[in-house]
């Protein structure tokens, strides 16, 4: 049977609640003439109903094994488990947030699958891919509810208010970190009224800063790396950091962490000595709470008093906006997606896989000498 089948089941990780499909982005595919097949129920949690995908031309099926069963492509947001990649056809293409240099079980079952594992976190971040690029996408909304968090857990308002009962002083909030997520944070803590900056080691992000409204904060340290990513610091220069900072965050009533390095562990830049010196009834939220977190004493997924500072280190922020989030990463992965879902391919039901083309080459894993086998319809 010509035609290339795309396969979609719900997601099963814990607390996630985006889909890797929407309406939208189903009724697109189709067009191009793949069969779409989803599970019933995928789409509930992020507001996205079984009557939407069916007017949209997919297939409705009980099941995630039905779902996925002979895909030839399959759209996740995070990873299915291991016994579920065995049970994909070989050479099948998984696409989504795969991690799986992370659990040795789940790399042995793509690998024992011959699948063409494409996680979109190893995408290029280039000018071209902007429109597939996840990992910004979702950072945005997970630096928008990191403040939304912080203003929840502060025992005092983000803006300045004039009252009967006097003046109210703006909060001062610190956002760490100036990537996609801090940059949200700054732009969502600004619009609550609060007095903002941003700190950052790559010096080029000051602009970025300020033309939110934010000030940056300087404290004559710089990293700047490559791809837009920062660099670690020596040893000297995180401890000059770190005795800046300390004296700094004695006035600071809120703190906002998004610093990351890819493919490490989150940096420690706010020590238990740092937060031993704020003010009882300050807030940390630590956004970075997956990879280990930039406070030292952040615990993944709980919230926490260290001496009347609350810590907050909640996981899995993005899913917390799952309508929009799975909106904005339906169209990145549909415009990865499009890169060997082509009419023509569709046509002649195989995968239009060009490895001469660097999104593909450089996000297929694990890395190939030689040009894979594309999976066939059958």
Request: with cysteine.
């Amino acid at each position: 049977m010509a035609g290339i089948t795309i396969g979609v089941a719900g997601e099963t990780a814990s607390g996630e609640r985006r889909v890797a499909l929407t309406p939208e982005t189903c009724r697109k595919l189709v067009a191009r003439g793949a069969r779409v097949r989803v599970q019933r129920g995928a789409g509930r949690l992020s507001s996205f109903t079984d009557e939407a995908y069916a007017q949209a031309g997919a297939e409705l099926v009980d099941g995630a094994a039905a779902a996925l069963r002979d895909a030839d492509v399959v759209l996740c947001v995070q990873s299915p488990s291991s016994p579920t990649l065995m049970s994909l056809r070989k050479g099948a293409a998984l696409v989504g947030l795969l991690a799986p240099q992370v659990d040795a079980a789940r790399a042995e079952a793509i690998n024992a699958r011959n699948l063409l594992a494409f996680p979109l976190e190893r995408l290029p971040r280039t000018t071209r891919a902007q429109a597939m690029d996840v990992l910004s996408s979702q950072a945005g909304m997970a630096g928008y509810k990191a403040v939304l968090i912080a203003a929840q857990l502060a025992p005092r308002f983000f803006p300045m208010l004039t009252t009967a009962a006097g003046t109210i002083r703006p909060s001062k909030v610190l956002i760490v970190g100036a990537g996609v997520a801090g940059l949200q944070a700054i732009a969502t803590a600004k619009r609550l009224g609060a007095q903002v900056e941003g700190f950052d080691v790559r010096p080029e992000t000051r602009e970025q800063i300020e033309s939110l409204g934010g000030r940056f904060l300087d404290l004559g340290v710089s990293a700047a790396g490559e791809g837009g990513y920062a660099r670690a610091l020596t040893d000297e220069e995180r401890a000059e950091q770190q005795r800046r900072l300390a004296e700094h965050l004695r006035n600071v009533d809120v703190i906002v962490c998004t610093a990351a390095v890819p493919g490490r562990p989150a940096p420690k830049i706010v020590t238990a000595a740092m937060v031993a010196g704020m003010r009882p009834g300050s807030v940390i939220v630590d956004l970075a709470a997956e990879t280990g977190g930039n406070c030292e004493l952040t615990r993944p997924g709980e919230t926490v008093d260290s001496g009347g500072v609350t810590i907050a280190g909640p996981l899995n922020l993005a899913s917390m906006g799952a309508v929009h989030a799975s909106e904005m990463y339906a169209r990145n992965v549909l415009n990865f997606v499009s890169l060997f879902v082509t009419e023509e391919a569709s046509r002649e039901g195989r995968l239009a896989l060009d490895w001469d083309d660097e999104l593909l080459a450089k996000t297929v894993w694990p890395e190939r000498v030689a040009a894979p086998v594309a999976a066939a319809a059958t």
